[in-house]
């Protein structure tokens, strides 16, 4: 394998993002072998990453940011404003009022001849200046260059960023982080800036796939190979010497390595990249739904299902799914060909969907299932729509008391009393038995109770039909659906004494 396997290309990116002419079949010794006692394959060790290492060098970079700092009007942070101390800390060296500049370090990687680098958000995020320092050696800008942001992605923390060189860069491909080189046990190679050293080599296993932090759209790679500060932004490679992750955050309680790092999958992060180099910005799917998780207290309450799986919509504002004809209380089992485990994958695959993309949808409803066509929006521009509330007709008030609650019909008082919205629907949840299921789950006095067995409740004898059906009906559970603040989610209670 020669270093022209970094394949050198005056044309830009190209949709999907597989760049250049391919890395080859580098395994380095990482053979799989088939065990002559069983049906078990493995990756042997390898000898060595040295030839990867060198192969792949070429195009990592690394990333120096600076950034102005607000003028210092005194001493924030360490003495109270107008502390008669003031003075005597304003006065302190490099403490003169002026603006500071600071500096910050971080990894990155070129992904095409003409100087397209990816990186992570928060390397780059309010930088006043970016610069470009590339791996030494023959044909590499021996000069840092200037780095212009064409756009970032802080939902996934990845940017992409544009140099200009006089000579085609060297650069590497995107692998796929869904395949049989990113498995749980598969070798992989980090490579970056940690802690400012310079460019670094560290090599580890994947130790666990599709890991959520904090982020919508979370699809980490975990792996044990060293990630440390300054890290952030640079690949994570597989033995062919494609990149299957970029480099994003560690666990840590030191601030060092302790092998538990985390890489943005390729799977997300050629999506991201993909749309900011078309757009500027991204332009996610939109469903047009409110979802939350079948937990297993609620199988027994839904017709049809037999174990906690798929994403139960709760709302269904103007938009796609109302526009399809999904509803309330629909469980969404399969999206665009793909069963959907829980709320986290649908909200992911919905979101790496193209807008205006029109997708079947298949969704459990009274026990059986049903088909659906639904023509994403873009969730950018939609998301923020307003979820209007049903108006229902207002009733004397009345009072119950069932399943650990105490029940009232909708009236003024309580509107005042719990600061509900005009024109609110359903019964009111006025008191709750502390020792009940119902406090155990987390209900509350002013919470809403719109749907009973998956069926709209205005009076208290709507909702006294309902608990008398389900019983009727053998189950074990009842399904409400309560809102909180306008907020919908789905709770079952326990029927049996």
Do not use: C
Not at 116 to 129: L, Q, R, Y
Not at 225 to 231: C, F, K, P
Not at 309 to 327: H, K, N
């Amino acid at each position: 394998m020669t270093s022209q396997a970094i394949a050198k290309s005056e044309t830009p990116p190209a949709r999907g993002l597989r760049l250049g002419h391919g890395l080859g079949a580098l395994m380095l010794g990482a053979a799989l072998v088939l065990s002559q006692t069983g049906p078990v394959a493995s990756q042997d060790r390898p000898e060595t990453f040295a030839d990867l290492a060198e192969l792949v060098s070429p195009a990592v970079v690394n990333i120096t940011t600076s950034t102005t700092m607000a003028r210092n009007t005194g001493p924030q942070g360490i003495v109270p404003e107008g502390s008669p101390f003031e003075d005597f800390f304003r006065n302190l060296p490099n403490d003169d009022g002026a603006p500071r500049r600071s500096s910050a370090l971080g990894s990155g990687f070129v992904i095409s001849a003409d100087g397209f680098i990816v990186t992570n958000n928060h390397v780059i995020e309010g930088a006043d200046e970016i610069l470009i320092e590339f791996f030494p050696g023959e044909g590499q800008p021996t000069e840092r260059l200037p780095a212009e942001v064409l756009g970032t992605d802080p939902n996934t923390d990845i940017a992409l960023l544009k140099v200009e060189s006089d000579a085609p860069l060297q650069f590497v491909e995107f692998g796929d982080s869904d395949g049989e080189m990113a498995e749980v046990g598969d070798w992989v190679m980090a490579m970056g800036n940690p802690l400012g050293q310079g460019f670094s080599v560290s090599a580890g296993i994947i130790s666990a796939r599709n890991r959520a932090l904090s982020g919508t759209y979370d699809d980490y790679i975990q792996t044990d190979a060293a990630i440390n500060r300054g890290n952030s932004g640079g690949p994570l490679f597989d033995m062919d010497g494609n990149v299957i992750g970029v480099n994003t955050a560690i666990l840590s309680p030191n601030g060092g390595s302790i092998g538990i790092g985390f890489a943005m999958s390729s799977a997300v992060v050629t999506n991201v990249i993909d749309q900011l180099i078309e757009f500027g910005e991204t332009r996610r799917g939109w469903l047009g739904v409110r979802i939350q998780d079948v937990t297993p207290d609620m199988v027994d309450a839904i017709d049809g299902l037999e174990e906690a799986r798929g994403a139960m919509i709760t709302d269904v504002p103007e938009g796609p799914a109302r526009d399809a004809g999904l509803e309330s209380g629909d469980v969404i089992v399969v999206f665009d060909g793909v069963e959907i485990a829980d709320t986290r994958e649908l909200v992911r695959i919905v979101g790496n969907s193209p807008v205006g993309k029109d997708v079947p949808v298949e969704a459990l409803r009274d026990g059986e299932m049903a088909e659906f066509t639904v023509t994403l929006g873009r969730r950018e521009t939609a998301q923020a729509a307003a979820f209007p509330a049903e108006e229902e007709e207002q009733a004397e008030p009345e009072e119950t008391n069932m399943l650990g609650l105490t029940l009232s019909e909708i009236d003024e008082d309580l509107i005042e009393q719990f600061g509900l919205s005009e024109g609110a629907g359903g019964l009111v949840i006025t008191g709750i038995d502390a020792e009940s299921e119902a406090a155990s789950k987390g209900l509350l006095p002013g919470d809403l109770i719109t749907e009973a067995g998956q069926q709209p409740v205005t009076t208290l004898s709507d909702f006294e039909d309902r608990v008398t059906e389900a019983s009727d009906a053998g189950r074990r559970s009842i399904l409400l659906l309560i809102r909180r603040g306008g907020d919908p989610r789905f709770v079952a209670l326990s029927l049996e004494e």
